[in-house]
């Protein structure tokens, strides 16, 4: 009889280690997924940021950084939506930044970037990276 309980009582306490391990796993996995999760946003919302500053003209060689920046967000789009869906919590400024990534990608896809906008007037693209002249 008494070893009938003692079977019993480790068979509980197998049963009771596996199920704590299993939490604790699981509690790794989700602070794991939560950190890779933060760390795509941040890359989305950076690449995000420099495309528009191509756009806008920002840049001295703009259409080819702003190629390269809907390349790399077309990757990084289907990276998120592969590993963590459309699930922004309550972050909606990230949202917002998805949704423009999104359309970056689909127009990477569909080959249709729209050409820079020129802030300056001879429709020359704004060098703010050029070097400014001095006298001589």
């Known amino acids: 009889m008494h070893a009938v309980k003692a079977k019993n009582i ?7 280690a596996l199920v704590g ?20 946003r941040f890359h989305i919302a950076c690449l995000v940021g420099f495309y528009d500053a191509a ?47 999104q359309l970056i990608y689909l127009s990477v896809e569909a080959g249709q970037l729209p050409p820079i906008r020129s802030e300056s007037t001879n429709d020359r693209p704004n060098t703010a990276l050029e070097p400014t002249p001095t006298a001589p």
């Open 10 to 16: 480790i068979i509980i306490a197998l049963i009771a």
């Open 21 to 40: 391990l299993c939490c604790l796993l699981g509690y790794r996995l989700r602070a794991q997924r939560e950190y890779w999760s933060r760390e795509e």
């Open 55 to 101: 756009e806008r003209g920002a840049y001295q060689n703009g259409r080819d950084i702003r190629d390269d920046m809907g390349a790399l967000l077309r990757e990084d789009v289907l990276v998120y939506q592969k590993q963590f869906g459309q699930d922004f919590g309550t972050n909606a400024e990230f949202a917002l930044k998805f949704n423009e990534a």
